[in-house]
């Protein structure tokens, strides 16, 4: 069984569409996080929530909207997209946001065109 | 904000040798060092961790070892095999957790057969 998955593995698209990518996590984690990979593979956190609630929100510019209907799901939405978001975009869970081991999923490749 | 340095970008070595990965961090109130290992089309996995009141773990090949005073962390990887190829991250948190983790810029090992 998957412990992190996020849908799509791939999501290529044009400039200026809004877009979606899911995150789930079946290990009854509290915290869900999103951090993005640049072409380089520098990883840099997005977001953090803990139980539905936003506790982390680095400088990401506002179309980028993240919501968590329920502690097992955290998805991410980008409205406008934009040439530089191209990037690996990774969810994550972890047991508590200051303690515990980080689970990642596979990625979502994301191409702007 | 912390600032973490990793070198060597990439490293090479023959199967059986001993491959050494170093890392530095910048805000002396981090104490919790996490290394994962990211293979091709996958997420990071944590392969070893280590807080600030220990000086060295181990973990069969792997050993990680941690001077506060100077502020670096190091990743020993023993007797090299294929498998252990992937690109390798540092990290550096100021809780024992995911939380804002700070990433390394990564190294890209590949052990030669």
């Known amino acids: 069984d998957t412990a992190v998955s996020q849908t799509p593995k791939y999501l290529v698209t044009q400039m200026g569409n809004d877009k979606s990518i899911k995150c789930e996590q079946n290990l009854g984690h509290d915290t869900m996080y999103w951090y993005k990979q640049d072409s380089k593979k520098f990883l840099k956190i997005m977001f953090s929530?803990?139980?539905?609630?936003?506790?982390i929100n680095e400088t990401v510019p506002n179309r980028f909207s993240p919501k968590s209907p329920d502690k097992a799901h955290l998805n991410l939405h980008i409205n406008s997209l934009e040439l530089g978001d191209s990037a690996v975009y990774f969810c994550?869970?972890?047991?508590?946001?200051?303690?515990?081991?980080?689970?990642f999923g596979q990625g979502t490749r994301l191409t702007v065109v | 904000g912390e600032n973490v340095e990793q070198h060597p970008s990439t490293l090479s070595v023959q199967e059986g040798d001993s491959a050494v990965i170093k890392c530095t961090y910048s805000?002396?109130?981090?104490?919790?060092f996490p290394w994962y290992k990211q293979e091709l089309g996958k997420g990071p996995q944590l392969i070893i961790d280590i807080r600030s009141n220990v000086g060295e773990k181990k973990d069969q090949r792997i050993a990680v070892t941690l001077n506060k005073t100077a502020k670096h962390f190091s990743l020993h990887i023993t007797e090299t095999q294929p498998e252990d190829s992937a690109v390798y991250f540092c990290a550096a948190s100021q809780k024992t957790g995911a939380n804002n983790l700070f990433f390394g810029t990564g190294t890209r090992l590949t052990v030669i057969p």
């Open positions: 805000d002396s109130a981090s104490n919790y």
């Open positions: 994550a869970s972890s047991q508590d946001p200051r303690w515990g081991e980080a689970f």
């Open positions: 929530y803990n139980n539905k609630e936003l506790i």
